[in-house]
Nanobody, 128 residues
Framework: QVQLVESGGGLVQAGGSLRLSCAAS????????MGWFRRAPGKEREFVAA????????LYTDSVKGRFTISRDNAKNTVYLQMNTLKPEDTAVYYC?????????????????????WGQGTQVTVSS
């Protein structure tokens, strides 16, 4: 079992940057693929990015490629989402999620149903 707590959301102008953090506790962090999802008002939850146990592989949804960077620090049990050149359409509640896969988790999946654990979410608002 792992508990996830996000931080770092807020209000920013278009073109600005934010860095989200997700601190995990309670289990072996490297056993999890870590992902970020978001839900905008009136829309379905959307995959944003995910990262393998060692950071060796990452995957992004097309709309954030080149602007967002996911990373992790296994020594700190923390995953990050650096968001640059933010756009109003990035406005959403951002959720950290963990997909348990056992030793050295390395299969990235976009399906939110595959993720076993979720944080409470952090609001990101980008003004135009």
């Amino acid at each position: 079992q792992v508990q996830l707590v996000e931080s770092g959301g807020g209000l920013v102008q278009a073109g600005g940057s934010l860095r989200l953090s997700c601190a995990a506790s309670g289990s072996t962090f490297s056993s999890y693929i870590m992902g970020w999802f978001r839900r905008a008002p009136g829309k379905e939850r959307e995959f944003v990015a995910a990262i393998t146990w060692d950071g060796g592989s990452t995957l992004y949804t097309d709309s954030v490629k080149g602007r967002f960077t996911i990373s992790r620090d296994n020594a700190k049990n923390t995953v990050y989402l650096q968001m640059n050149t933010l756009k109003p359409e990035d406005t959403a509640v951002y959720y950290c999620a963990a997909d348990y896969q056992g030793f050295r988790a390395n299969i990235i999946r976009k399906d939110p149903g595959r993720y076993n654990h979720w944080g409470q979410g952090t609001q990101v608002t980008v003004s135009s």
